[in-house]
């Protein structure tokens, strides 16, 4: 005999919560957490930032007004396709602009090293020009184009150019996201955000 059925499976959402500071006492925030339906799950104090997880419909929204929270940012979600074992990340975000890029969540660098306040302080980094000698770049990624200086872009390796063809992971790419992505609501926000990428191959 087979028998046939349908069910549904809610699984907690996963959250990264972002305080307003760092070190003792930013992350006071989560002592609210039980109470909005959470639960804990890492509690990273020197960073300022808490992951939870809840079922809670509302969760998001009641810890967006807890005392010393900055950002409330839903994690992946990820998928199991089939039996490929392959995932796909959906990720949610709202930015509206400096110091709140869609990952900023995840820039705790940003913040340890204060270059969240240099650039609230209006610190960065126009009219500098940074050469990043690496593995060349992708010129045409949405968070660094428009920070690249690709006309001045050039390749010492014989028979290859700057530019990458090869999709996924590039080193120079990613060096060069973190000194300069651009503050655009994509990704992002680079050291020095408004400062100019010069690719060296």
């Not at 087979?2 to 919560?17: H, N």
């Not at 940012?73 to 890029?101: C, H, R």
């Not at 940074?130 to 660094?144: E, R, W």
Request: aromatic share 6%.
């Amino acid at each position: 005999m087979l028998l046939v059925g349908t069910f549904s499976l809610s699984a907690a959402q996963k959250y990264v919560i972002t305080g307003n500071g760092q070190g003792a006492g930013s992350t006071s925030f989560a002592a609210a957490i039980p109470a909005a339906g959470g639960t804990v799950v890492r509690n990273m104090e020197r960073i300022g930032i808490v992951v939870a997880t809840s079922d809670e419909p509302n969760f998001a929204a009641t810890m967006a007004t807890a005392g010393g929270v900055k950002n409330v940012t839903p994690d992946m979600e990820v998928k199991w396709i089939n039996n490929e074992k392959s995932a796909e990340g959906a990720l949610q975000f709202q930015a509206d602009g400096l110091n709140s890029e869609p990952f900023w969540a995840y820039q705790w660098n940003i913040r340890q090293i204060h270059a969240d306040q240099a650039a609230a302080n209006g610190n960065r980094g126009a009219g500098a020009v940074v050469a990043v000698l690496d593995a060349g770049c992708n010129m045409n990624h949405a968070d660094i184009a428009p920070n690249v200086i690709s006309s001045l872009a050039v390749s010492f390796v014989p028979g290859e150019g700057v530019q990458t063809t090869h999709p996924g992971f590039n080193h120079g790419t990613h060096v060069s996201g973190i000194i300069a992505a651009a503050i655009n609501n994509l990704g992002t926000q680079g050291v020095a955000p408004s400062a100019k990428i010069l690719p060296v191959k």
